[in-house]
């Protein structure tokens, strides 16, 4: 029984495994910790715990909080080194304040810290998977941040929103619930009089992007819509309802659950664990650009033969995983390529018949097989 409405979140059968993210502005403000309301939150996780269902939590505020603490400026981000040393002070702190928590509701914590490379990399995605499901087997509560203090820019997510979303799948939940300080998705911005909250979007389109409006509006943390609403892609692809609420109030998943404030993301369909991951992937390591008559095989099922590539970028080796492209620069598909970059550049637009001269070696049935493809 899929996700049908926010109620759903709160509901044994349809939501077995809930991830629940807290922003960084609801967990620390000025003077610190927000201690009062996130006792109340983890008594809502307790009850939760209670009625049956396993529950994730994605903690940010680790940053937050360590500038406070060392008095950095710009909330700690106003350098790389300044965010990593920030999150090393904070996050010792929010891993204890959460077991704490957790523990006065008998309640075990179980800190991960993860970098995207742990949840890019198939081999380590599996790994997250298997701690996950052991530690929820055990009766534990994971909590997980990203690893700020080591992740530089180029291999993190940088976000909570969309490192929710990748936990959500590595840990097979149903559903993510994103606490933050909006209601929602508005259908403009909320700061415009008529602004609507939309209650349910069934997936995430040009128009729905259109409709955010950048970066956090708190400060305090990174995401802002844009980070939610990829986080929401990643979901619906996955086979996973995302909600957004506002986590301001007090007991604010019941708010979102029981009064129902708050957008559910619906999920669109459920590719299988392997191509979940790929449709998921966030950093690609090369392109493929195919022509009109390749796109449209591709929406048929199809594998993509060499025929239908007109360009091949970047630096990437046999299995490794790219973005397909069309001519419009519209993401069509993620695949793992049979061909290394070099190989490709060689095969483009050649076909099946001539491979084996052009490559002096027996040639692959297609360039991305579509077992290996994921259309998104
Ligand atoms: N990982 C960051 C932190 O703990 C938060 C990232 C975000 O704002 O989404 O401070």
Not at 142 to 169: H, W
Not at 203 to 228: N, Y
Not at 245 to 262: F, M, N, V, Y
Request: net charge neutral; aromatic share 2%; charged share 20%.
């Amino acid at each position: 029984m899929p996700i049908a409405r926010l109620s759903d979140l709160a509901d044994k059968t349809a939501c077995p495994r809930l991830v629940v993210k807290v922003g960084s502005s609801l967990l620390v403000d000025r003077q610190g910790v927000r201690r009062n309301w996130l006792e109340g939150l983890v008594a809502e996780v307790a009850q939760a715990r209670q009625r049956g269902q396993d529950v994730i939590i994605v903690s940010s505020g680790a940053i937050a909080l360590g500038a406070a603490r060392l008095g950095l400026a710009k909330g700690g981000r106003g350098s790389l080194a300044d965010a990593q040393a920030a999150a090393a002070v904070g996050q010792i702190a929010l891993s204890g304040l959460w077991a704490d928590l957790l523990g006065a509701h008998g309640l075990t914590a179980a800190q991960l810290l993860l970098t995207l490379d742990d949840l890019e990399d198939r081999r380590r995605y599996l790994n997250a998977t298997a701690t996950l499901t052991r530690l929820l087997d055990a009766g534990a509560v994971p909590v997980i941040n990203e690893n700020d203090s080591v992740a530089t820019q180029e291999i993190r997510f940088g976000d909570n929103d969309r490192l929710a979303a990748r936990v959500a799948q590595a840990a097979q939940a149903s559903g993510v619930l994103l606490l933050s300080d909006v209601d929602g998705l508005f259908d403009r911005n909320p700061a415009q009089p008529g602004a609507r909250l939309l209650g349910e979007v069934r997936g995430v389109t040009a128009e729905i992007h259109a409709m955010a409006s950048g970066g956090s509006s708190s400060g305090m943390g990174s995401g802002g819509m844009t980070s939610k609403l990829q986080g929401a892609e990643i979901a619906e692809r996955a086979g996973i309802a995302l909600a957004i609420a506002s986590g301001l109030h007090d007991a604010p998943i019941a708010r979102a659950t029981q009064q129902g404030i708050g957008t559910l993301f619906l999920a669109r369909r459920k590719d299988g664990g392997r191509k979940a991951w790929l449709g998921g992937r966030l950093r690609l390591k090369g392109v493929l650009v195919v022509d009109a008559g390749a796109a449209r095989a591709l929406g048929n099922g199809s594998s993509l033969l060499a025929a239908g590539i007109t360009a091949v970028e970047g630096d990437f080796q046999r299995g490794d995983a790219v973005a397909i492209r069309g001519a419009e620069g519209q993401v069509l598909a993620h695949g793992l390529s049979e061909y290394g970059a070099h190989d490709c550049a060689l095969l483009v637009g050649r076909k099946s018949a001539d491979h084996a001269d052009i490559l002096g070696y027996a040639p692959r049935s297609a360039v991305v097989h579509r077992d290996q493809l994921v259309l998104l």
